[in-house]
């Protein structure tokens, strides 16, 4: 029963408005309903005062709706009463006596006022602010979507997390674009208002002199009063209507009350308060000027500035006291302490100073998000990423960062404290600094972290720093995984297979390979950023090829070969496979020069050739990328291991396959360039 009563709810108090436009009410009754209405009005102001964000109240334009429709039945009800009886209830009457002082003339210019304050001023401004947030939100949207994907792919959050923001958006987007329509009732029920007031009016003057035989000055006196006093208890509701929906659609993106948010943007400036206050103080004594009033005022407004400024002044002295109880004699360092300090970390995050408070402890901050990331990497990558070490340095810029490998810097990026980075092209209108994202180079610019709803607004993708830190680690990871992965991480790994596969491991290591040649050979495919988390098959197809040779290049040759179909599926498109070929005659040519060497085959090419083949490809990778789409080089089993190694240097990240590779998924090929000695030619 407690659950079936709220679903009745509206549906029963629709069909009380549809029985209101045609079935008689008794005074009573009436006054129920007024006061009802009032009640409702006042209850959906205060809620969005109190919501801490618009979504929060999302069912607001459905209950502008039928809260427009209830006033609406009861203006025909009361007009029903007022021109049929003379009389429609206590509440009509005594705001048609007593709140405009019995006063045709009074009551007359204080409804014209209500209905000039919110049609011209509330209802004009919140019905343009609801479209405006419509359009803007609608064009964010992409924008948003692509950061939620980008944090998904990246590890940063999970499924159900993504699912939920996801929902989130829509529900944005449908809430703004429902709130542009719902603004349109809010302006027709000014303009519904003023007709019904003239319209009652006119009929109260007819019957009154023309049915009833009173004189014109005294019909218009009793029907005029009763006329006003049902306006002024539709349009003030209606006001209060309106104002909420201004104050819905002119909320900030702040996740707090508006009540807090004010009281706090407000409180920011005792200085501003304290010449209010003397401003107040000085117009007192402008003669004629009640100075009892403006000093009370005036005080009231030293006052609290002189205690926002007690209150800054005793945490600048709680800050000053933390700081000097925190700065202790350090104790003298022991062996360990020593070890531990020169002990070279796989991995390691340092950050400014001013960046520390990057690491909250709570779920969503650095510690977290990198926690969440190694757990994607090794899904993706089959390897188990070393703990991230995560320590500050004074040696760092400030809003800075550097990611180390093994000691060694191997990325630096900025995050400036109260931040996002927003990426887009409309950004010469947002205050911030100009900067180039980490990892794809895209221009943006880092804004105030207040100013992120604006940024959305323009239409640009608003990243979180945290999230850029973590999505440039991820990068870095993927480079130098081959980098990362240790002989115990291998040894770990097998063991692992053996216990759902052990032939596979017993059959290969010690007996055909140590654990340093597997390691080679994964690191090999790695470097490529071939998954292993196939391990299983990788060394069954490694224990084939061992028995022949243990050469390192053949050896990964023949783990990619066991992967068969899954080495590809990472780059089709659908079932659509992208290709760059090599022109037959240049690959003829390249087979005829490859050579044996320490670090593998080696193509003898001269170096103004080896320019303008890497320049065909170079051209030939960047007609493809205009056109939004990705691509792989194919050519000769017997040349991928030493085209790879050719292309590496400036083509960092183009996948090379074999002919074998390339059709080993059953995939359409797409032929987009041939490179050649020359010039590519774009397919």
Not at 592 to 602: A, C, H, I, N, Y
Request: proline letters at 5%; glycine letters at 10%; charged letters at 15%.
């Amino acid at each position: 029963m407690k659950s079936t009563l709220p679903k009745l709810a509206v549906p029963v108090g629709i069909v009380g408005i549809v029985l209101l436009l045609v079935v008689p009410v008794p005074a009573p009754l009436l006054d129920v309903l007024i006061i009802l209405n009032i009640l409702l009005a006042l209850v959906i102001l205060l809620t969005t005062l109190f919501v801490k964000k618009p979504l929060d109240f999302s069912v607001f334009p459905s209950l502008l709706l039928v809260a427009t429709l209830f006033r609406l039945g009861l203006n025909v009800a009361s007009t029903r009463l007022v021109l049929g009886d003379g009389y429609a209830g206590d509440v009509i009457a005594a705001f048609g006596h007593v709140a405009v002082s019995g006063s045709i003339i009074i009551g007359s210019v204080i409804f014209l006022i209500l209905v000039v304050i919110q049609f011209v001023v509330v209802t004009k401004g919140a019905e343009r602010v609801a479209e405006v947030g419509a359009r803007f939100t609608l064009d964010a949207m992409p924008g948003k979507q692509m950061a939620i994907d980008a944090d998904l792919n990246a590890g940063l959050i999970t499924d159900e997390v993504a699912k939920q923001r996801r929902a989130d958006v829509s529900a944005e987007a449908d809430f703004y674009g429902a709130m542009d329509g719902a603004s349109k009732f809010v302006k027709g029920d000014a303009i519904a208002g003023i007709i019904i007031i003239i319209i009652n009016l006119v009929g109260g003057i007819a019957i009154g002199a023309l049915q009833n035989g009173m004189a014109i000055g005294d019909a218009l006196s009793h029907y005029g009063l009763l006329t006003i006093g049902d306006g002024l208890t539709t349009q003030i509701p209606a006001l209060l209507m309106a104002v909420s929906t201004g104050m819905i659609v002119t909320r900030s993106g702040a996740d707090t009350e508006m009540g807090a948010q004010a009281a706090s943007q407000l409180g920011q400036s005792r200085i501003a308060l304290a010449v209010a206050g003397v401003a107040a103080i000085g117009m007192g004594f402008i003669p004629g000027m009640p100075i009892v009033a403006f000093l009370l005022i005036g005080g009231g407004l030293l006052v609290v500035a002189y205690r926002l400024g007690v209150a800054a002044k005793a945490e600048e002295a709680r800050a000053a006291l933390a700081e000097q109880q925190a700065a202790v004699v350090a104790p003298t360092d022991t062996t360990d302490d020593l070890l531990e300090q020169m002990r070279v970390h796989a991995l390691e995050i340092l950050l400014a100073p001013d960046l520390v408070d990057m690491v909250g402890g709570g779920s969503d901050d650095l510690l977290g998000r990198v926690k969440a990331l190694r757990r994607k990497i090794a899904v993706d990558l089959g390897i188990v990423v070393p703990p991230v070490r995560t320590r500050d340095s004074v040696d760092l810029p400030p809003a800075t960062y550097s990611i180390r490998i093994a000691g060694v810097e191997a990325g630096r990026g900025q995050a400036p404290a109260r931040s996002v980075l927003a990426l887009g092209d409309q950004l010469d209108g947002l205050p911030g600094t100009a900067t180039v994202e980490p990892v794809f180079g895209l221009a943006g610019k880092w804004v105030p972290a207040e100013m992120r709803h604006s940024a959305e607004m323009t239409g640009a993708t608003v990243i979180d720093r945290v999230s850029v830190l973590v999505t440039h680690l991820s990068s870095i990871i993927a480079d130098n995984a081959a980098r990362l992965l240790t002989r115990e991480d291998v040894r770990v790994l097998t063991e692992g297979v053996k216990q759902v596969n052990a032939p596979a491991v017993d059959d290969l290591v010690p007996n055909m390979l140590s654990l340093a040649e597997l390691q080679r050979v994964l690191q090999g495919l790695l470097a490529e950023r071939i998954p292993i988390n196939d391990l299983a098959r990788i060394c069954e197809g490694l224990t084939l090829r061992a028995k022949v040779s243990t050469d390192p290049e053949g050896l990964v040759e023949a783990a990619r070969a066991s992967l068969g179909p899954a080495l590809t599926a990472q780059y089709l498109d659908g079932r659509v496979l992208r290709v760059i070929m090599i022109d037959p005659t240049l690959e003829q040519s390249m087979l005829e020069g490859l050579r044996p060497s320490d670090q593998g085959t080696q193509i003898l090419l001269d170096g103004h050739r080896v320019e303008q083949v890497l320049g065909s490809l170079r051209e030939a990778v960047q007609a493809v990328e205009a056109q939004g789409l990705g691509a792989v080089l194919v050519c000769a089993p017997a040349l991928r291991p030493a085209i790879h190694r050719l292309v590496s240097a400036q083509q960092n990240g183009l996948p090379v396959l074999s002919y074998q590779e390339a059709t080993a998924a059953g995939s359409t090929i797409e032929t987009v360039g041939v490179v050649r000695a020359t010039d590519s030619i774009v397919a």
